[in-house]
DNA sequence: CATAACTTGCACAGATGTGTGCAGGATACG
DNA sequence: CGTATCCTGCACACATCTGTGCAAGTTATG
């Protein structure tokens, strides 16, 4: 009557199958059921024995992305909005791996309500930011705080699901490009960067991938 | 044996087909043939008497973009990087509806060769002036020429691709992104597009839809 | 080692999409 | 008007994908 727990095997599958997700949908949001099966080295028919539906895969893939997303977000204390957004960007970054996935997803015409009421947290942080950037004066005014912030996602969407994350100045890149859209001048966001190295290790010039 | 001409209604129906095509991808990059059919007034088996393929329908849509974006590129001679970019950004927004299609379908796995084959000359257009503008000092250097024109490429895709064209302040939204992008401060770029009304309507803070 | 837990392949139904053949009806045009 | 041109609906064959049932294997685990 008694039931055993699940098998060790078992588990491991089951996050080897939302690792081939990841990877997978992050290229082709749309990729096959059995493409994803075969590359966590499973049969398809088993997949469906973790996961009732692709839906509910997904969902999934979505739900632990956007809460290390929004984790995130409230993490940034920075009182500099410029400081803030860096940072923000820059933590990002590090969580690539899950955070393209949502990028991809958030795309699709399948998910993006379901994506977007799961980043709401995020979207409040980054809207708050921008205001608060707009009246000290550190972000630009010639657009409205909504259309500004909306911007924002918009950039890092893209650097985000389309450059190699592998790549070594990727990081600095994408803060880079988010502090010109907030309208900093590029030698203010490299002094920025010059005096607090620990956001980005602050790599001159550096080199990106074909 | 002489073989009669075109009816006219035939040549409308052709036209009308190419519309809908490309607004309907625009939006969705895989639309289905029935559904560009049907929204141009006729069926899907009416469509197949005028394309032979819907790669053959795609490749003429791609085809048109791309000409006319490439257009543009060699039409801008600015002396002046930064007044070179801002129009190249205005203009490729006046033809907006032809653009995004091709904007939509490079990223389309199934036509990125494609696109990225028929957009050299724009690559090359604005991998020139990003080399001129670095050289000059109007514009950053803290990023590779090549890594530059990539992200100036990214990030107007993105904003040609999800920003409502129909919304007043578009094009200013578009122009401002890019100069930024490019590293000017955004007072900077406001002066410049003071100074030369002419590139785009330089309205205050606009708005943006929903 | 006994067995529940897990995986697998195969067959199936159903949905959606593409591209074609053909017969019949409408219509522009000479 | 007559006819070539065009549109349409329907019926196909074919492809890809999802999700399920089942019987037969393999393996972790108590």
Known sequence: MTTRSPRRDSVENRAGIL?????????????????IARSAGLSRRTLYGHFDDRETLI???????????????ESVGDADARLALARLAARLWQEAAHVQVAAALALDEAHVEHTAEALAPLRRSVAALVRRGQED????????????????????RTVVARTDAASSGAANLAVRALLSIAGLSWREVDDLLAAHPDIVEPIRAEEERA
Do not use: H, Y
């Not at 690792?19 to 493409?35: F, H, K, Y």
């Not at 969902?59 to 977000?73: C, D, M, P, Y």
């Not at 004066?137 to 890092?156: K, M, N, Q, W």
């Open 59 to 73: 969902r999934e893939l979505i739900s632990v992305g956007t809460q290390r997303f929004n984790a995130i977000a």
């Open 19 to 35: 690792d081939a997700a990841r990877s997978a949908l992050a290229t082709d949001p749309r990729a096959s059921i059995d493409v």
């Open 137 to 156: 004066g550190s972000f630009r005014t010639d657009l409205t705080a909504p259309t500004l912030a909306r911007l924002i996602e918009e950039v890092a």
